[in-house]
């Protein structure tokens, strides 16, 4: 298998035009089994048969598996389809595995940020995907906390990534190809990569909303700010990170190091929380719209490939047209404008009959009730100005046909 790493490469976006409470001020994200976030960066992928630059990547975390021992995460990394990043990743998305003892979920100071196939599953004294509830408690009550952040980089370090999104141009439009830039690709390959630890002190800079996909509605959550210098032999670098301020799940909703960055976009509860994506799918449907988004659909990224994590969701919507057996339905694409409008507008239509082979071949759900139809970026319901923007425009939706 390839080793492969994920960097990232550009600035960070803005939380602006999200202020005010989530929709409800208990919101919880419990780190229960079948949980699931989605994470938006700008990156580059390196493997030991070369590099590219590549944009938008989407990478699909879930909560596999849960004991009094640890919690067990599942990952999936892609790329989009242009020829050297499918080459990279022999065609196919990378799926990977890691798991978090009990014990570090509780107290660890310690987190690595970057990805690696050559990682090993489990990195005992380290988180994953969030901090621990001591140094959150840390932070709450002293505004400080000492803090060791494990960075998968370059020897050259991320600064040296950072220098690179100037070089970075868009592609041939019509190709839907993140980013060409020969000059990138030649830089990175040339990189080593190593896993460094940068020791020092995390400061509170305050508490504010974050904007999230929950459950297919866009909400905030409060979010701990908290920044810091931290050192390895004679670099540093300073840390910005925001953790989901919930004790008994700190989840690490954004990071952003020397300019480059990672943020959480997307967020599916596990159907016994307390938004059920199924019920307020019927409802919508049955109002006056006749339309629902269906949340918790994956794809691989710039494909039309559906992700293992979107079973759950896909199984709920097959058992609710068995129950509203009068109920025809279009399953529509939609997608941001990231490429031309006849890419997205292919893309699109190719994932809407993605989802409806699987509803049809996979769970039972009668052809002839189901069609397909994609629209694009001619439909956006959020700016594409910005990473959760364009998040919440990859969606797909299902309609039918209205009777009032």
């Known amino acids: 298998m390839r080793a492969v790493c994920l960097f990232v490469v550009v600035t960070s976006a803005s939380l602006a035009g999200f202020e005010g409470a989530p929709d409800d001020p208990a919101q919880k994200i419990p780190l229960a089994k079948g949980l699931i976030f989605t994470t938006t960066s700008r990156a580059g992928l ?25 919690v067990g995460f599942r990952f999936t990394v892609s790329a989009p389809n242009d020829a050297k990043a499918g080459k990279l990743l022999d065609g196919q998305p990378v799926s990977l595995t890691r798991s978090v003892r009990r014990e570090d979920l509780r107290s660890a100071s310690r987190l690595t940020i970057l990805v690696s196939s050559t990682d090993p599953a489990q990195l005992p004294g380290q988180t994953f995907a969030g901090t621990s509830s001591a140094v959150l408690q840390a932070l709450r009550d002293s505004g ?15 600064g040296a990534l950072a220098r690179l999104a100037s070089g970075a141009r868009p592609a041939d439009p019509e190709s839907g190809a993140a980013f060409v830039a020969s000059s990138v690709s030649a830089l990175l390959t040339s990189m080593s990569v190593s896993r460094h630890y940068y020791r020092g002190t995390l400061e509170r800079v305050g508490l504010e909303q ?15 700010h908290v920044r810091g210098e931290l050192k390895f032999t004679d670099r540093t670098i300073v840390p910005q990170i925001w953790w989901l301020d919930a004790a008994d799940n700190p989840l690490t909703l954004k990071w952003a190091v020397a300019g480059v960055y990672e943020t959480v976009t997307r967020i599916d509860r596990p159907q016994d929380g307390a938004l059920r994506p199924t019920e307020g799918t019927a409802d919508t449907l049955s109002g006056k719209s006749c339309r629902a988004e269906l949340s918790g659909v994956y794809f691989t990224t710039a494909s039309a490939q559906v992700l293992d994590p979107s079973m759950p969701a896909l199984e709920r919507f097959a058992t609710l047209m068995r129950q509203h057996a009068d109920w025809h339905v279009t399953v529509e694409g939609h997608t941001d ?23 049809v071949r996979r769970l039972n759900v009668a052809p002839d009730r189901l069609q397909a139809k994609g629209y694009g970026l ?14 919440h425009n990859r969606r797909v939706e299902v309609s039918r046909p209205c009777t009032q």
């Not at 439909?379 to 364009?390: C, L, M």
């Open 378 to 391: 001619t439909r956006p319901v959020e700016t594409n100005a910005t990473d959760e923007g364009r998040a």
């Open 144 to 158: 400080r906390a000492a803090f060791v952040l494990g960075v998968n980089e370059p020897d050259e370090g991320l």
């Open 46 to 70: 390196t493997s030991t048969t070369g590099a590219t630059p590549v944009a938008d990547t989407e990478t699909v975390y879930s909560v596999a598996t849960m004991d009094a021992e640890q």
């Open 210 to 224: 974050f904007p999230v996909l929950l459950n297919g509605r866009r909400t905030t959550l409060p979010a701990l």
């Open 337 to 359: 404008n990231i490429g031309s409008a006849n890419y997205n507008l292919d893309l699109s239509a190719r994932r809407a009959a993605a989802v409806r082979d699987v509803l």
